[in-house]
């Protein structure tokens, strides 16, 4: 029993022995494990750091050389595109100063595109400008402009046929829409000159929105009236639409609308108000 004894006693301390060896060696190979994948991931962590700096010094030097060529708006895209990456006050710095200088630019390039008509402060386009007549520039500061300025209302164009009214009133529109003046303008006119009107329109101020209410369609009267009332611009229509559908005209959505301008061509017709033949 001793003998049997002595070799149990020494089997268990050999399996003890064996699993507390195994236990050690699995300790080791998992700390030796852990080690290996941390070597690698600050490798890894260091390369990626490494090739982020690198595009990023790349983007500084790309927005200093455009930056010299006198391209800031590229220059700025480069150093915003820098700042993603690593950010640092001087280069926030930088990109503030780039933005103001922009800022400057661009607001000294839109007023070089306009003019001062006759200095009374209001600005037209520089190449519609060019294309008036004096007399038409005079006249565009006063009445036109002076009565706006002074806070009067009403007005009376009366140069005789051929003098360019019609470029004259459009011109006036296009300087008061451009200095944010006026967003609705109504256009009554005889039937037999919306073409001209319309023509007119795109060929001096294209980028004008010019809308008719006339014709057969009321779909598309009330889509054009609607899109004006909405978005601002200007909407033409005859004397005898004016007459049949004001409460139209002068509603949106059931509210009453009011117009900035109403203007008048042919406005002898408006003398009596039994006159219908427009």
């Not at 007549?133 to 009565?147: A, F, G, I, N, V």
């Not at 706006?148 to 009403?154: A, F, M, P, Q, V």
């Not at 046929?161 to 451009?178: A, E, N, P």
């Not at 200095?179 to 009554?188: D, G, P």
Request: aromatic share 8%; charged share 30%.
């Amino acid at each position: 029993m001793d003998v049997a004894q002595l070799n149990g006693d020494v089997a268990s301390m050999d399996v003890a022995q064996l699993n507390g060896d195994v236990a050690s060696m699995d300790v080791a190979q998992l700390n030796g494990d852990v080690a290996e994948v941390s070597e690698k991931l600050e490798r890894s962590l260091s390369m990626d750091t490494e090739d982020k700096m690198e595009t990023y010094h790349r983007f500084i030097q790309d927005g200093k050389d455009v930056a010299r060529q006198g391209d800031m708006h590229k220059a700025l895209k480069f150093f915003k595109l820098a700042y993603d990456i690593h950010q640092s006050q001087k280069l926030e710095s930088r990109i503030k100063k780039i933005e103001e200088l922009i800022s400057q630019n661009d607001s000294e390039e839109d007023e070089e595109e306009f003019v001062n008509v006759n200095g009374s402060g209001l600005m037209l386009f520089k190449d519609l400008h060019s294309k008036l007549y004096d007399y038409q520039r005079r006249e565009m500061e006063w009445p036109s402009y002076s009565l706006y300025r002074d806070g009067l209302k009403g007005g009376i164009l009366a140069d005789d046929m051929g003098l360019g009214k019609t470029i004259q009133v459009i011109s006036f529109l296009s300087g008061m829409y451009d200095n944010e003046l006026v967003k609705h303008t109504m256009l009554v006119m005889p039937t037999s000159l919306i073409t001209n009107w319309t023509k007119e329109f795109a060929k001096w101020t294209p980028g004008m929105r010019v809308k008719e209410f006339h014709g057969t369609s009321k779909g598309e009267r009330t889509r054009n009236l609607e899109k004006v009332q909405r978005r601002g611009g200007v909407i033409i229509t005859t004397y005898t639409m004016l007459m049949n559908n004001w409460q139209q005209l002068s509603s949106y959505h059931g509210r009453e609308f009011t117009w900035d301008y109403m203007i008048l061509d042919e406005a002898h017709k408006i003398k009596t108000t039994t006159h219908q033949n427009c």
